[in-house]
């Protein structure tokens, strides 16, 4: 099942590729709540997304879970 994001929280802006990527955590999905997320895991999912193959149309990338799902937009 697929968790439509409904709101997000900031994390920080990274390079990727030559261009900025904004990187967000999801705080609401029609399915859950989510009021914090460690900031040792939120400097994971940077680290992580500094070195992944982001789509070239992507400005943005949600964290929706700690299993490391991603959404790209």
Known sequence: MVNKVVS???IKSIMNGGRSITLKYATKTDAWERHSLA???QEA??????????PASATTAIMTS???FYTYR
Not at 45 to 54: C, D, G, L, N, Q
């Open 39 to 41: 900031p040792s895991v």
């Open 66 to 68: 700690v299993a490391s």
């Open 45 to 54: 999912f940077a680290k992580a997304m500094e070195k992944a193959e982001v």
């Open 8 to 10: 997000s929280s900031n």
